[in-house]
């Protein structure tokens, strides 16, 4: 069956600065946490690439974008990085507004529409070194740097994003020791996930102050992006599995859901955390703030479903209590190169528990990719890679939105993540999830993949050219 996509539904590219960027010392940009581990260990990077080169963008944002534009992509997401765009007073740097001004003007020119999200896991050093988001007053300047960023560019950004999967810091860098400085403890980790709660928040209340003042347009609207991925367990589980479920939708879902839709935290995870001396430490006046932290809109990342049971030790090598352990469900297929399972009908599920429990929010699939190792074996005579692999994965995650949007879920668009090959975090350029080839051996040249065409031969079928 042909797969075809409804008009007015938005086919774009995800992105961010610090993926792309490169130019890591260029105009006066601060240091990142990320340019910090990869000076202390880059082999703690695949291939010993460091954070520092990104894909090029900051020299080729204008090839880029007439790229998008050349498939018919109709919006595209990046960061601005709050190393380029702040200086260590807290003031704006000039330099760093002046080329976030120029991707503005040539997404305007090329008229797509800029979707610009605050903050992509990239804390600039120095405030990492006083504590990163364990410190109240990260969570501050986080704040001010949103509001200057509303007021430099509110003319100009329809969309705005606080975060991209605040879940993610609190995970990779304080529970499960994953990324510096590899950390695994619980309590920290839910600190700093109440303090980005927080921070996010404050951007809103910022957000909306900022219109009210007339810095933005009047149609601006303001999101938070997460893996909200609804975990599963066994087909037949206990009541100790229902609980680990609990939880883990708890903490990584009901967390942001419930803050994001009605400006609170799950009291019964709130609970539960208390119960076990996990809870964060919560001063007079925040729950004020967190009423802020409704948005107009949700993207939603979807790469693999969580699946839990209950844990086999009560508690973990630090000594506090575990909530579940991952359950490795007998039929799953996997992403080998990266790890990962791949459950297309995930993202229907997610459609499903939006239209019941959060009838009035509309979202979007803000991250959905594919990456795959050593793609040059995919080469053909002419030297386009055949990567058939990651147009199936998208049509199959393409034809489940299709299906929860015809059942009444308000998805209103598709972002792919990595359009053009970009640089993955501690996998570097390990795994390519591009329909854009980057060449790292060419001066970053880029070339279509097969998977670009079909893209394109897909937007053409939505808007009846082609
Ligand atoms: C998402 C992130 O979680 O997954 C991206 O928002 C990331 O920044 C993407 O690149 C793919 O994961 P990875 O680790 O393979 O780059």
């Not at 996509?5 to 890591?24: D, H, L, R, V, W």
């Not at 291939?47 to 007439?66: A, H, L, P, T």
């Not at 209950?310 to 190169?337: C, H, L, Q, S, T």
């Not at 854009?436 to 031969?457: C, F, P, T």
């Amino acid at each position: 069956m042909q797969l075809t996509i409804p008009k007015g539904f938005f086919m774009g590219a995800a992105m961010s600065g610090p993926q792309t960027e490169g130019a890591y010392k260029k105009d006066h940009r601060l240091e990142s946490f990320w340019d910090h581990w990869s000076d202390l260990s880059v082999s703690d990077f695949y291939n010993k690439v460091g954070s520092y080169v990104g894909n090029d963008f900051y020299e080729r944002y204008e090839e880029d974008i007439k790229l998008f534009k050349s498939l018919h992509l109709d919006s595209f997401r990046t960061s601005i990085q709050w190393t380029r765009l702040m200086d260590q007073d807290q003031k704006l740097n000039p330099e760093g507004a002046a080329f976030y001004h120029k991707v503005c003007a040539c997404a305007k020119e090329n008229d797509i529409e800029l979707f610009m999200n605050l903050y992509h896991f990239d804390m600039p050093y120095y405030l990492f070194a006083r504590g990163g988001w364990e410190n109240r007053e990260v969570v501050e300047a986080y704040a001010v740097y949103a509001r200057t960023a509303f007021r430099e560019f509110g003319k100009e950004i329809r969309y705005w994003f606080t975060f991209n999967e605040p879940i993610v810091e609190p995970d990779q860098e304080y529970r499960h020791g994953a990324w510096y400085p590899f950390l695994k403890d619980e309590k920290r980790g839910m600190q700093v996930q109440y303090h980005i709660a927080l921070a996010h928040s404050l951007a809103v209340r910022e957000f909306r102050k900022a219109k009210e003042e007339g810095y933005l347009l009047k149609d601006a609207q303001i999101g938070l992006i997460n893996a909200f991925a609804p975990p599963y367990t066994k087909e037949d589980p206990t009541p100790e599995d229902l609980e680990a479920l609990r939880m883990t939708d708890g903490i990584h879902n009901r967390w942001w859901l419930d803050l994001s839709t009605s400006g609170t935290l799950p009291g019964d995870v709130l609970e539960t955390l208390k119960a076990c001396g996990m809870a964060p430490e919560m001063r007079p006046g925040d729950e004020e703030i967190l009423k802020c932290g409704r948005v107009d809109w949700l993207g939603f990342n979807y790469y693999q479903p969580t699946r839990v049971q209950a844990p086999k030790e009560k508690v973990d090598e630090a000594g506090y209590p575990k909530f579940a352990d991952p359950y490795i469900w007998p039929e799953r297929r996997m992403n080998v190169y990266r790890g990962w399972e791949i459950y297309p009908k995930g993202i229907y599920d997610f459609g499903m528990k939006m239209k019941r429990e959060y009838p009035d929010m509309k979202f979007f699939i803000s991250e959905n990719g594919m990456g795959v190792e050593h793609e040059d074996r995919f080469r053909n005579e002419e030297g386009e890679i055949q990567d058939d692999y990651r147009i199936e994965f998208v049509q199959d995650h393409l034809e489940w939105v299709m299906k929860a949007i015809e059942e009444g879920a308000n998805c209103v668009g598709y972002h792919y993540w990595g359009v053009i090959d970009n640089w993955s975090w501690s996998n570097a350029f390990k795994n390519r999830y591009g329909f854009i080839e980057v060449d790292l051996m060419g001066n970053y040249q880029r070339k279509l993949k097969k998977s670009a065409h079909w893209v394109k031969a897909l937007i053409e079928r939505r808007d009846g050219i082609g």
